[in-house]
């Protein structure tokens, strides 16, 4: 075994060492129910060895049960918030981004690529049927390797080198996955804001799976339904991420309690989570949590009126000023600013996959992102938008990283329309429209289409200044607002231009950090949407990647992933970094806004510093939301 494992080793087993097990105290909120015999008392719900919090020894107090959080998304689909926000996974990160055992028991690992998961004995899904390895086997071998569940085979995240894992169940209680060589980024997998399951509630599911339920009955549930045949059924109903089936059975800290669809959705605490604080009560210490669907636009204002207990998506910087004003105003809540965990607040992406062809060469051509680069005035930018309190320059690791190195901040991302002119000059593209735009190859004037969610006024504001600039080097800036879900699709399929969106989630790495995401591995990083479907499909669809640079970072990926020296993998980041730096496939125009937080004066626990991150970290999810109580807990809901 390496140093590297055993520190892992001995770390994972400080970080799950037993806190003697407390009395169990029952909520309130399910009296009624242990007393009419509809639930067991809270003692034979818990696992024989839940998870002791000793909330004193975190820096935190001990809270009481009781209330409901108010908090407003403007989707119906961001219901699935609640799974990131409870951040309930078989592998979690703390406050200080360690990883550590949250639903397992326990965790061995083996050279890297033999994962050994201990279950908690006595744990249960929110309906009370036992969760043991039998939901990990079901998974395993009636979705992920049924061919009709999973057309395209098995995920490419059980696939380590070309190989298959293989994985067994020696008990009710273990689970075993291996692969013949190292799997570095398993662990990290599991504790994602979007977590890999590779389980499911097998009780539940089995009643739309074809081969465990009558083909009569199945053809009823398919026609009630109204699909085609059961294996769409049975993908409608297992929605562990999307949480929006009611009846699915879960292990997150609350349950969707909605029956209908409406612009309020309400979720009720999970009588079996497997957590509880060192003097007993089982967490979450908070009832209900409430969400309301509203319009992006109203988020603030609502916010500003005191209708939020807890707020953070939907609002941004500009948004601190009109929050402020609620304070004063004694709307009951407190504003914080955390510090932002994304490697960029406003990235613009030029599709190197685009499906023009004339465009798709001019975008390949490095001269020509560069040159985008230097025509961007990022101080103006700042000042008009943030008050100068961002960070400007490209996109790269924030300063708190290792990795950070003040050359990627600034390579060709200092405003230069002089030598923007000369790149663009040096790549024949000379002629010019009456009105000053320069032409393409084939004639047409380039017009830059950037294509946005139209979801933060700051970035409209700021293409809005990158369009006066880019009129001097004879680039038309054309802004397209369209819905997320629109504006992903276009990308996938190559046929936007560009796109605006947040830099890489993570820009704070570590040397245990996985670098997949800087290389064309997914197709969520918009400059490169068919590299990643190449990748996440094993060719099956997309297009491999055909320029030497994006080439280079998926060799350096894979020794990543086959090395475990540190050092190694420090120059591994730091020549990623580069290439990306140079090659400025994701145009960053500033970083390290604050993130304004916006929190009840009644709740308590949530910290007054901290990262808003998606991945790592979850966004609220990391601080652990199931500890966040109300002074003076009352109960809005009637049960």
Excluded: C
């Excluded at 297009?543 to 120059?571: F, G, I, N, V, Y």
């Amino acid at each position: 075994m390496s140093r590297a494992f055993a520190i892992f080793l001995l770390t994972l087993l400080a970080l799950t060492a037993r806190a003697e097990q407390p009395a169990m105290v029952e909520s309130s909120f399910w009296q009624s129910e242990v007393k009419n015999g509809i639930l067991p008392p809270v003692t034979q719900r818990m696992p024989t060895e839940p998870l002791v919090v000793d909330l004193e020894a975190k820096g935190r107090s001990f809270g009481e049960h009781g209330g409901t959080l108010r908090t407003l998304v403007s989707r119906s689909k961001d219901v699935r918030q609640m799974v990131v926000y409870g951040y309930a996974r078989l592998m979690g990160y703390d406050q200080n981004y360690e990883l550590y055992p949250d639903i397992l028991r326990d965790i061995e690992v083996e050279e890297g690529r033999k994962f050994t998961l201990h279950l908690r004995k006595g744990h249960r899904w929110s309906d009370g049927h036992p969760f043991t390895s039998a939901d990990f086997e079901y998974y395993w071998k009636h979705v992920a390797l049924n061919e009709e569940l999973s057309p395209a085979g098995p995920p490419q995240n059980l696939i380590v080198d070309g190989v298959l894992a293989e994985m067994s169940f020696p008990d009710a209680h273990t689970v075993v996955i291996e692969w013949p060589t190292p799997n570095p980024q398993f662990l990290q997998l599991l504790a994602q804001a979007s977590p890999f399951f590779i389980y499911r509630p097998a009780h539940y599911l089995k009643q739309f799976h074809a081969e465990f339920t009558d083909a009569k009955t199945l053809r009823r549930k398919i026609k009630k339904a109204r699909v085609r045949a059961w294996a769409p059924l049975h993908n409608d109903r297992d929605n562990m991420f999307k949480f929006d089936n009611p009846d699915l059975p879960t292990l997150q800290p609350w349950m969707n309690a909605s029956g209908t669809k409406s612009s309020r959705h309400v979720f009720v605490r999970n009588p079996y989570y497997h957590r509880v604080d060192a003097r007993g009560l089982q967490l979450p210490y908070i009832d209900v949590v409430e969400m309301t669907i509203v319009g992006g636009g109203l988020i603030a204002a609502k916010a500003n009126a005191g209708e939020v207990d807890l707020q953070a998506r939907g609002l941004d910087f500009p948004d601190i000023s009109i929050l402020k004003k609620g304070e004063t105003d004694g709307a009951g809540y407190r504003t914080l600013l955390w510090a932002n965990g994304a490697a960029n607040q406003i990235a613009i992406y030029p599709n190197l996959n685009f499906a023009d062809p004339v465009w798709r060469e001019v975008i390949r051509d490095v001269r020509f992102r560069r040159a985008l680069s230097m025509g961007i005035d990022r101080r103006m930018i700042n000042r008009a938008l943030y008050f100068g309190l961002a960070k400007e320059g490209g996109m790269t690791a924030l300063a708190k990283s290792p990795f950070f190195d003040p050359a990627n901040l600034f390579k060709w991302s200092i405003y230069y329309p002089a030598k923007s002119n000369a790149l663009l000059d040096e790549m024949g593209l000379t002629e010019r429209t009456p009105d000053g735009i320069r032409k393409l190859p084939d004639g047409r004037p380039m017009e830059f289409v950037i294509e946005t969610a139209g979801e933060r006024q700051e970035v409209e504001n700021a293409l809005a200044i990158v369009t006066d600039t880019w009129r001097e080097i004879g680039i038309k800036l054309v802004m397209r607002p369209l819905d997320r879900d629109i504006l992903r699709n276009r990308v996938y399929s190559g046929l936007s231009m560009s796109a605006v969106w947040f830099g890489w989630d993570n820009g704070l790495p570590q040397t245990y950090t996985p670098p997949e995401y800087l290389a064309p591995t997914h197709q969520e990083f918009f400059a490169w949407p068919k590299w990643g479907q190449y990748y996440q499909t094993g060719g099956e669809v997309g297009e491999a990647p055909d320029m030497p640079a994006a080439k280079r970072l998926m060799q350096l990926s894979w020794e990543w992933d086959h090395t475990e020296d540190t050092d190694a993998r420090a120059r591994i980041w730091r020549e990623m970094l580069a290439i990306h730096a140079e090659n400025q496939f994701g145009i960053g125009i500033l970083a390290e806004a604050p993130q304004p937080i916006v929190v009840s004066n009644r709740l308590r626990n949530v910290p007054e510093q901290a990262k808003w991150a998606w991945d790592p970290g979850a966004h609220f999810g990391i601080h652990r939301v199931d500890e966040f109580y109300y002074d003076e807990p009352f109960q809005q809901l009637t049960q």
